[in-house]
């Protein structure tokens, strides 16, 4: 598909595509998009760098193009929760179910980060809080889900994004132990926390379960 070539999809359907990167720019140069799709609406060819993606609000598509051969068409079922590693491409993507789809996705550059000394994953340290959904040997697609009251273990990040999907408060300890430093952040669906490499404890000091996605650089 040589239409859309080099075409961003935010430029090419800016009513489908928005661009939610926080000020002063995503993780290792990514950029954040959230695709909001109504059903029998369709998108512009355009094209995308490899992307990683969770689905907020699934449904049915019909894509024309990447990863499919150029040219060629398949309808896809996109389920709820699902996390996705998607390779670099042109596409045409349509909505062909009855619901509006929803998906959040970081593009990513060549650009490697550091690994903090010591690097323990929240996987490895809190394994029913953080899942992994979708990963290769670059990035992963990871949920988080910490109910009101509970706290996980030190743990240390790579370069991240973090996308609110539901809670209202968590507290975050820098470091590998609880001292008077903190930050109490205030959650909201849809607000994105660009958060440091390095150690931290979370807490979740609010009123309910936070829900959260996060894309984080492997290497």
């Known amino acids: 598909m040589k239409e859309g070539k080099g075409v961003c999809c935010c430029d090419a359907s800016p009513g489908i595509y928005k661009d939610v990167t926080p000020e002063g720019g995503g993780p290792l140069g990514s950029k954040l998009v959230l695709m909001t799709m109504k059903p029998g609406e369709s998108d512009t060819p ?11 609000s699934g449904g049915k598509v019909s894509i024309t193009g990447a990863p499919f051969p150029a040219g060629e068409t398949k309808e896809v079922e996109m389920h709820a929760g699902a996390g996705m590693v998607m390779p670099p491409g042109v596409h045409q993507v349509s909505n062909v179910g009855e619901t509006e789809i929803k998906v959040l996705f970081i593009e990513v550059t060549d650009q490697a980060g550091e690994t903090p000394e010591d690097h323990i994953t929240p996987q490895e340290t809190d394994g029913c ?60 669906p849809g607000m994105v926390l660009p958060v440091p490499t390095g150690f931290h404890i979370v807490s ?16």
């Open 46 to 56: 355009h094209d995308h760098p490899a992307h990683y993606m969770y689905v907020l």
């Open 129 to 188: 809080t953080y899942k992994t959904l979708a990963e290769d040997g670059q990035w992963m697609v990871v949920k988080m889900d910490l109910k009101a009251g509970e706290e996980d273990h030190p743990h240390s990040h790579r370069d991240h994004i973090v996308y609110c999907i539901d809670g209202d408060q968590l507290t975050i300890y820098p470091g590998k132990k609880k001292g008077e430093q903190k930050l109490v952040v205030d959650l909201k």
């Open 204 to 219: 979740n000091t609010g009123s309910k379960t936070a829900n959260m996605v996060y894309f984080e650089r492997k290497c």
